[in-house]
């Protein structure tokens, strides 16, 4: 046997008549059941990240931070950000220039629920005079997912 002859060949998705053209859909005929489940399981992982990534509310946080106040700053971020897993939220990214006065922060919640209830924490609140202490200027926008 040619190893050509070993190959998968395409198969017509619909008989068709002698005089008519096939048609362009083709279906191709595997029979290793492990290449089956692997497709299945790779399209399957494929739709739940785009549905968690469509369901997700996203902000973008701009703060400005004058320099005597980054130390306390850090101190609130070191308080509050632990606590994002726990509210289904996640720091995707963190921007900071080389002086630490200005930060840009990426971060998601699996809805606007579960982002309220991180805003309402009372752990995260008790650490709000950390923040009012650092005298940072605080920029909250909410941004729309756009792919």
Request: proline letters at 10%; glycine letters at 2%; charged letters at 25%.
């Amino acid at each position: 046997m040619a190893r050509s002859d070993r190959r998968p060949r395409p198969i017509p998705s619909q008989p068709f008549a002698p005089n008519q053209d096939p048609e362009p859909t083709l279906t191709l005929s595997c029979s290793d059941r492990r290449i089956q489940r692997l497709q299945c399981s790779t399209i399957l992982a494929w739709i739940a990240v785009t549905a968690y990534q469509a369901n997700r509310v996203t902000f973008v946080l701009i703060a400005r931070i004058p320099p005597e106040g980054i130390e306390d700053f850090r101190a609130h971020e070191d308080a509050v950000l632990p606590l994002l897993p726990e509210f289904n939220g996640r720091l995707e990214r963190r921007f900071r220039n080389p002086d630490g006065t200005r930060e840009v922060h990426i971060v998601s919640f699996a809805s606007d629920a579960d982002f309220q209830d991180y805003r309402n924490d009372p752990r995260r609140m008790a650490q709000a005079w950390l923040l009012e202490k650092s005298s940072a200027k605080l920029e909250l926008l909410p941004m729309a997912n756009d792919f």
